[in-house]
C-alpha cells in the first residue's frame, strides 16, 4: 500500500514538474519570439482597437485640419480690427502689399500671427498631453494635472511673479520678459523629476504610485502657492490671477521661439509611442511580450507630457479641460487607436484653443476675457454630459 502511495506520489510531482516546465517553455517562447512575430501582433491589437473606424478616422483627421487651418485665418483676421484674407495671406507669405499700411502690418505679423500660431501649439500640446495620460493610465478621465505638472509649473510661475525681484534684481530687461515662463517651465520640470523619482524602484516605474504621489505632490505645490499668494501684494494677486486663468494676450515671437522646439519634439516622440500605447491597453505583461520596452514607454510618456504641459503653461498660463475633453470626444468618434488619436487630438486642440482665444477677444471688446473661462464654461458641461452618458460603460 505504502508503495502504491509513494508511486502516486511520483507521478504527481511528475506532472507538476512537467506543468512547471511547460510554463517555463511557454514564457521563454513568449519572450523570444521572433521579430515579426511581435510586430504582427501589435498589428493585431491595433487592428481591434481601431476595428472598422480607420477609414473614419482618416477622414475626421482631414476634415480636423480643414478646421485648424480655418480656425488660423479667422484669429489673425477677427478682432477689433478685422482683415481681409487676401491682405492676411499676402503679409504671412511675404508679398509686398503698398496697400497694407504700418498699422496692419503691426497688428497681422507681430500681435496675431505670434499669437495664433502660440495657440497652435499650447492647444496641441495640452490635449496630445491629455491622450498620452489616458493611454498610459488606462483611464479615460486622466489628465495632465493629475502628475503634478501643471502644480509645479503655477508654483514655479508663482515664486517668480512674487519673489523675483528679490530673486534676481540683477537680471538685465531683456531676460527679465522671459524669466516668469523659464521659471513655470522649470517647476514643471523639477516636480515631474521628483514624481519619477518617487515611482520609480528597481528599475520599475510604478503607474499607481506615479498617481498617487502626482496628487501628493499637487497638493504640496497648491499649498505652497497658496502660502505665496497669502504674501503677495495687490499688483502681484493680480498677476497672478490672470496668470492661472490663462490667456495668450501677452504672445510674443519670443515665446513662440521658446515653446515650440520643446512641444514640436514632444509631439514626435508621443507618435513614436502610439503602437506601445496600444499594445499597453492589454496590460504591461501583454506589451512585454510583443515586444516593447514597458519601462520606456513609461518614461517616454512621462517627459513628454512634461515637456509639453510645461511648455504650454509656462507660455500661456493655466488653460483647463482641453487635456481632458478633447481626447474623450474624439475616442468616441475614432476609437481608441493612438495612431489616429494622438495627431487627431492635436488638431482639435489646437483649433479649439483658437476659437476659444477669439471667443474671450470679441466677447468683451476691446476688453479680454482670460481663456481659462472660455474653456471652463465650454468643457465642463461637454464633460459632465459625456460623464452622464457613459456612467455605467465607465463603472460609475
Avoid at 7 to 17: H, K, M, V
Avoid at 26 to 48: F, K, M, N, Y
Avoid at 197 to 207: C, D, E, F, L
Avoid at 357 to 365: E, F, K, N
Wanted: glycine letters at 10%; charged letters at 15%; hydrophobic letters at 55%.
Amino acid at each position: 500500500m505504502a508503495s502504491v502511495e509513494r508511486r502516486s506520489d511520483d507521478l504527481a510531482a511528475g506532472r507538476l514538474q512537467t506543468d512547471e516546465a511547460g510554463s517555463r517553455s511557454q514564457a521563454v517562447l513568449a519572450s523570444d519570439q521572433p521579430a515579426g512575430r511581435r510586430l504582427t501582433e501589435s498589428r493585431g491589437v491595433e487592428d481591434h482597437l481601431a476595428g472598422d473606424r480607420s477609414a473614419k478616422a482618416r477622414r475626421a483627421i482631414t476634415l480636423l485640419i480643414v478646421l485648424l487651418a480655418m480656425a488660423f485665418l479667422a484669429s489673425i483676421m477677427l478682432g477689433v480690427a478685422n482683415a481681409s484674407v487676401p491682405a492676411v495671406i499676402r503679409l504671412i507669405l511675404g508679398i509686398e502689399d503698398g496697400a497694407a499700411s504700418l498699422r496692419d502690418r503691426i497688428i497681422i505679423l507681430d500681435i496675431r500671427l505670434p499669437r495664433a500660431l502660440l495657440g497652435l501649439l499650447v492647444g496641441s500640446a495640452l490635449a496630445v498631453s491629455g491622450a498620452l495620460m489616458q493611454g498610459l493610465f488606462r483611464n479615460p478621465l486622466a489628465d495632465p494635472a493629475l502628475v503634478g505638472v501643471s502644480s509645479g509649473a503655477a508654483l514655479g510661475a508663482v515664486t517668480m511673479i512674487v519673489l523675483g525681484h528679490a530673486l534676481m534684481p540683477w537680471l538685465p530687461p531683456a531676460l527679465s520678459l522671459l524669466a516668469l515662463p523659464l521659471a513655470a517651465f522649470l517647476g514643471g520640470l523639477a516636480s515631474t523629476l521628483l514624481l519619477y523619482r518617487i515611482a520609480t524602484s528597481g528599475q520599475v516605474t510604478s503607474v499607481a504610485t506615479m498617481l498617487l504621489a502626482g496628487i501628493a505632490l499637487g497638493a504640496l505645490s497648491s499649498a505652497a502657492t497658496g502660502l505665496l499668494v497669502f504674501i503677495a501684494d495687490d499688483r502681484q494677486l493680480r498677476d497672478i490671477t490672470f496668470w492661472t486663468l490663462g490667456s495668450l494676450a501677452g504672445a510674443t515671437w519670443q515665446k513662440v521661439a521658446i515653446a515650440a522646439p520643446v512641444i514640436l519634439v514632444a509631439l514626435g516622440i508621443s507618435s513614436i509611442l502610439a503602437r506601445g500605447l496600444n499594445a499597453l491597453t492589454l496590460g504591461e505583461a501583454a506589451a512585454f511580450h510583443m515586444g516593447f520596452s514597458v519601462q520606456r514607454l513609461k518614461i517616454g510618456a512621462i517627459l513628454c507630457v512634461a515637456a509639453a504641459t510645461g511648455a504650454a503653461v509656462a507660455t500661456s498660463g493655466a488653460i483647463g479641460f482641453i487635456g481632458i475633453v478633447v481626447p474623450h470626444l474624439l475616442r468616441l468618434v475614432i476609437g481608441p487607436d493612438n495612431r489616429y488619436l494622438l495627431p487627431a487630438s492635436a488638431l482639435l486642440g489646437a483649433a479649439l484653443l483658437l476659437g476659444a482665444d477669439m471667443i474671450s477677444r470679441l466677447v468683451a471688446a476691446p476688453a479680454e476675457l482670460p481663456i481659462g473661462i472660455i474653456t471652463a464654461l465650454a468643457g465642463a458641461p461637454v464633460f459632465l454630459a459625456i460623464l452622464i452618458r457613459g456612467r455605467g460603460r465607465l463603472g460609475l
